[in-house]
């Protein structure tokens, strides 16, 4: 492109420019009136209104600006955006806006567009660079990834000896591997047999009930009901799928939905066996095989300390707690991993591609979705009995619909299927909003807000893209 | 004995009768077609024989291993893994985002299942199941050779031209080892060069493999070309049978494709 065009550009841009934010600032205005501009204090017994003028001009501010700039950067005026964008951000981060709202939206807005302008910038000076000489990013993202699961695991493996692994840290990963576990768990079901199971959290249910009614009626320890809770788990996973199975898309996804709140309200109300609403306290804890975590172990008993013969500290069960989630999380990945290279894991991903077809080639289509449904769930049991352990109370209250529902946008966002895209999405679902706490109820806008960015940005998920798991060529062939 | 046997086959849907008491029969080592004007009930037929509706009434007897098969009573899936009945589709049903060799992996399902012992022997790696696996990628490789897909074995499917995809949709069905294999329609949308390929392809598995194949087809250079026996429908019913040199002569033929010259002249 020569230079006198791009004055031209140039020139006609910016009415244009100014014109769009324009009415976008007034949308905003509009949108933001009732909303923002107004405020009801109670002063005694009366209601005043207040006007917030300050903080309703700062918004619409943003938004023109917001606008002006993405404008400019289609007009190809990179470097002023970039350098505007970054004192905006600098701005909302040195100066205490009116509200902490509007300093969230200044600092992540102005690094947004700093971003895409910065991309925007390589993208053009790509473009002048002779093709030989341009570095192939899809190629070097492709091997990074391949590195990147690896990576994570030792990471994962490391992470309590780092010095910054607190208490708190600790608790966050936990509950990560959690839901990377849960994810992964669902991802047989939903990204690998494309069964949308909205009920997912039932089997959760099923597995942490399983423990802590078995180790309280029988008396059994972690190590004998983990396997136990696994099979109830599938067993009820077959019971439930059995009769639904064929249905299809959103009807499976209806019925599912309603087997998850009737797990829920089942064990709300059945009082006798799981106590209901007060749920189940006293879950017996983990014990390194055997070897429990207490201070003062009973008569006889020698606890996971005095073994070692090194001084008690509560936060040797939060490293165990951590390793076995870890431990039973990698588990899961393996078993997927290998399983998705027999003819079975190979049936479930044909079925989602096309049942009919499937079924032309002799497949059972009713089996082969049942053992989909069983394994994810004994899965969901597995991550139930850690979790009843872990808590030591469970209650109907820890299996809302809400659950699953973040299970499977983990699975969603994180691309059908992918299992590093499970643990991306896992640790920006769940890892970032208990990071932000502070920030109070606008972590949950931050979620939406992050949900709605991979939705348009990654509409097939974070990690969308599928190697085939068997080749004909040892070199990977590149269509 | 025929392969198959097909006796008074109707199947209605609500009023209208689409398929009316037919009845031919398929040899092994022949190519029959099953020809006729759009809605005479080709595809039908064919749903019919490969389990997909549940004739009304008729029988369907097809001989495999030295046993009959009564395809009228078998689900869809047994009518492919018992009664060894391949079919494809009129409109492409490959699987688009699995890669040309694991859908002709996807194809040698039950066997690959009783090798890897219901996934128990496969978990562990048993060498069992490497043996047949191995076995399966080289049934694969030898289809892929035979349609001219090699050198795409390890691309996602749905990225392969049309006329790939309805190559690769035979040779998906050929791995699951049939004796009788149901092609709706394969020359649908290829060039002259492509259908002749496929002449070619139909030629070879008869010849070689010593299956019987059953064709419904518009492309009357494919139909008269390789077929041995014809059997032409018009609405539901049965007008005419025999080998291609008589059907083409046929007055009632020519009077179901070019319509009557009476009802012109009147």
Request: aromatic residues 10%.
């Amino acid at each position: 492109m020569t230079a006198g065009t791009l004055a031209e550009r140039g020139a006609a841009f910016l009415p244009t420019a100014l014109k769009e934010a324009g009415i976008a600032a007034g949308i905003a205005l509009l949108l933001a009136l009732p909303l923002v501009g107004a405020r009801t204090v109670s002063e005694g017994s009366a209601f005043v209104v207040t006007p917030r003028i300050v903080e309703l001009a700062l918004g619409v501010a943003f938004v023109f600006a917001g606008r002006l700039a993405i404008a400019s950067l289609r007009g190809g005026h990179h470097l002023p955006v970039i350098v505007g964008a970054l004192a905006v951000a600098a701005l909302g981060w040195r100066f205490a806006l009116p509200s902490a709202f509007l300093g969230v939206v200044a600092i992540a807005g102005g690094l947004a567009v700093a971003c895409i302008g910065a991309i925007g910038l390589l993208r053009a000076r790509r473009d002048e660079i002779p093709a030989v000489a341009r570095i192939d990013t899809a190629g070097l993202l492709r091997q990074a990834l391949g590195w990147l699961g690896p990576a994570l695991i030792a990471l994962a493996i490391v992470l309590p000896f780092l010095p910054f692994a607190d208490r708190r840290l600790m608790d966050i990963a936990i509950l990560v591997l959690t839901y990377v576990m849960l994810g992964w768990g669902l991802n047989i079901v939903v990204g690998l047999a494309g069964l949308l199971d909205l009920g997912y959290v039932a089997f959760y249910a099923v597995g942490a009930y399983s423990y802590a009614l078995i180790a309280r009626e029988f008396g059994l320890d972690f190590w004998s009901c983990l396997p136990l809770a696994g099979v109830f788990a599938a067993f009820f996973g077959i019971i439930l799928g059995f009769p639904v199975l064929r249905l299809r898309g959103d009807y499976l996804a209806i019925v599912t939905l309603g087997f998850g709140e009737m797990i829920r309200i089942i064990l709300l109300n059945w009082y006798n066996f799981t106590g209901g609403p007060d749920g189940i306290s006293g879950v017996p804890r983990p014990t390194f095989f055997g070897l429990p975590f207490k201070r003062a172990p009973p008569e006889g008993v020698e606890s996971f300390h005095q073994f070692l013969g090194i001084d008690y500290a509560s936060i040797h069960r939060t490293y165990f707690l951590y390793f076995l989630v870890l431990a039973l999380a990698l588990i899961t990945n393996a078993f997927t991993l290998r399983i998705r290279r027999l003819p079975i894991g190979r049936a479930w991903e044909a079925l989602r591609e096309d049942e009919i077809a499937c079924r032309s080639l002799g497949i059972n289509p009713t089996n082969t979705k049942l053992t989909a449904f069983a394994i994810g769930a004994m899965f969901g049991g597995f991550a139930g009995s850690f979790f009843a352990t872990r808590q030591g109370f469970i209650s109907p209250e820890s299996f809302t619909f809400i659950e699953s529902a973040i299970i499977l946008a983990i699975v969603v966002l994180g691309g059908m299927g992918s299992q590093i895209g499970v643990v991306l999405a896992a640790l920006v679902l769940i890892g970032l909003p208990e990071f932000f706490r502070e920030l109070h109820e606008y972590r949950m806008l931050a979620f939406g807000a992050c949900m709605v960015l991979i939705t348009v940005w990654r509409p097939r998920g974070l990690l969308a893209s599928r190697d085939p798991m068997i080749r004909l060529s040892r070199r990977r062939a590149r269509p | 004995m025929s392969l198959l046997t097909v006796e008074h086959l109707t199947m209605r849907f609500g009023g209208l009768v689409a398929v009316d008491d037919v009845g031919f029969a398929a040899e092994e080592g022949r190519i029959t077609a099953l020809i006729g004007p759009n809605g005479a009930g080709k595809t039908t037929v064919f749903n019919c024989l490969t389990g997909f509706y549940k004739p009304d009434t008729g029988r369907l007897a097809l001989r495999a291993d030295g046993r009959e098969h009564l395809l009228e009573r078998l689900d869809d899936f047994r009518v492919a893994s018992e009664a060894k009945v391949a079919r494809t589709f009129q409109n492409i049903r490959i699987f688009p985002q699995m890669s040309v060799l694991e859908n002709l992996m996807v194809a040698q399902h039950n066997r690959l299942m009783r090798a890897s012992g219901y996934t128990l022997l496969g978990l562990v790696g048993a060498g069992r199941f490497r043996v047949a696996e191995r076995a399966a990628v080289d049934r694969a490789t030898y289809w892929l050779d035979r349609v001219g897909l090699t050198d795409r074995a390890d691309v996602d499917a749905g990225t392969l031209p049309y006329g790939g995809q309805r190559r690769l949709e035979i040779a998906r069905a050929m791995c699951t080892e049939p004796v009788l294999l149901c092609l709706d329609e394969p020359a649908a949308g290829l060039n002259p060069r492509e259908s002749a390929e496929l002449n070619a392809l139909l030629t070879f598995i008869k010849a070689v493999h010593r299956i019987g194949i059953l064709l419904i087809e518009h492309d009357m250079s494919v139909v008269m070309g390789i077929s041995d026996h014809i059997v032409v429908l018009d609405h539901g019913a049965k007008i005419s049978e025999g080998p291609p040199d008589f059907v083409r002569n046929d007055p009632a033929v020519i009077r179901a494709y070019l319509g009557e010259e009476e009802a012109e002249d009147g």
